[in-house]
Nanobody, 126 residues
């Protein structure tokens, strides 16, 4: 099983940017898709973005498309989430997740991911 540790969360003003990182341990990192989810207080955990095993395919939720960018560096066992033009509604705990297959898609759900990080808080002040 892959162990995941997120970092990079914090407090930022609306319109600002943050870059989240997720460091993975385990030899299977480069063989599987990776994803980011988020969970706001009182809400379900929702899909944010996913990236295929080589990074050639990326997918985003409609709410972040055009503002967030997911990327990965397999040599560093790390996946990133660059978040620009942040809004107050982006406030949530962000979770990194390791997929159970190499490819990603726009219809990925929590069931498609087998390992999860502990989460990092992102707070956007308006």
């Amino acid at each position: 099983q892959v162990q995941l540790v997120e970092s990079g969360g914090g407090l930022v003003q609306a319109g600002g940017s943050l870059r989240l990182s997720c460091l993975a341990s385990g030899r299977t990192f480069s063989e599987n898709a990776m994803g980011w989810f988020r969970q706001a207080p009182g809400k379900e955990r929702e899909f944010v973005a996913a990236i295929s095993w080589k990074g050639g395919r990326t997918y985003y939720s409609d709410s972040v498309k055009g503002r967030f960018t997911i990327s990965r560096d397999n040599a560093k066992n790390t996946v990133y989430l660059q978040m620009n033009s942040l809004k107050s509604e982006d406030t949530a705990v962000y979770y990194c997740a390791a997929g159970q297959r190499p490819w990603a898609s726009s219809t990925m759900s929590r069931a498609d991911f087998g390992s999860w990080g502990q989460g990092t808080q992102v707070t956007v002040s308006s």
